[in-house]
T-cell receptor, first 111, second 112 residues
Framework: KNQVEQSPQSLIILEGKNCTLQ??????????LRWYKQDTGRGPVSLTI?????NTKSNGRYTATLDADTKQSSLHITASQLSDSASYIC??????????FGIGTKLQVIP | DAGVTQSPTHLIKTRGQQVTLRCSPK?????VSWYQQALGQGPQFIFQ???????QRGNFPDRFSGHQFPNYSSELNVNALLLGDSALYLC???????????FGPGTRLTVL
């Protein structure tokens, strides 16, 4: 069964600190992995997308890594800001647009 | 480019009623997918439409149905609403053979 597991489920950090979110998946075949940021009550917005051959991809203060051998990905947020407070969802695409969503990590950045 | 738009933003219905949600895809996109996201959960795939036909379907009952129009916009219909249907309904558009989906802002449905 295709699954995407994220950890931690929730996280509270101080403004300015760094944090790392984890994503493990069992989706096969694998096409790509995306990280989305979802503000409460809004639609998800894409942060990064990585294919099998990509190990790391950055988008400003967001850096995603992918280890396709161990089927693990991480999202590192540098110098967090209050506006980073949101849910971060890992989404893995398999063949022919089959997508599997994780339940997300809820991040809260406090002053 | 307006991106993916959805209407209405919020909706309140009572049990047993029927509801129709609407989605306009991003310009140039021809595939629309619908998701249900319960509070505190990740989105769950309902179905996907391409060329006005349902191409894939998730594990949702027949009470959930959809339609895609020639201009690629789409509707999600839910009949005989249950309390458990209360959720954020997300529409995502993409190209037929492209895998990146762009999401709309969602419609918040509350069933009383």
């Amino acid at each position: 069964k295709n699954q995407v597991e994220q950890s931690p489920q929730s996280l509270i950090i101080l403004e300015g600190k760094n944090c790392t979110l984890q994503c493990n998946y069992t989706v096969s075949p694998f096409s790509n992995l995306r990280w989305y940021k979802q503000d409460t009550g809004r639609g998800p917005v894409s942060l990064t997308i990585m294919t099998f051959s990509e190990n790391t991809k950055s988008n400003g203060r967001y850096t995603a890594t992918l280890d396709a051998d161990t089927k693990q990905s991480s999202l590192h947020i540098t110098a967090s800001q209050l506006s980073d407070s949101a849910s971060y969802i890992c989404v893995v695409s398999g063949g022919y647009q089959k997508v599997t969503f994780g339940i997300g990590t809820k991040l809260q950045v406090i002053p | 480019d307006a991106g993916v738009t959805q209407s209405p933003t919020h909706l309140i219905k009572t049990r047993g009623q029927q509801v129709t949600l609407r989605c306009s895809p991003k310009s140039g996109h021809d595939t629309v997918s619908w998701y249900q996201q319960a509070l505190g959960q990740g989105p769950q795939f309902i179905f996907q439409y391409y060329e006005e036909e349902e191409r894939q379907r998730g594990n949702f009952p027949d009470r959930f149905s959809g339609h895609q129009f020639p201009n690629y916009s789409s509707e999600l219909n839910v009949n005989a609403l249950l309390l458990g249907d209360s959720a954020l309904y997300l529409c995502a558009s993409s190209l037929a053979y492209g895998s990146e989906q762009f999401f709309g802002p969602g419609t918040r449905l509350t069933v009383l």
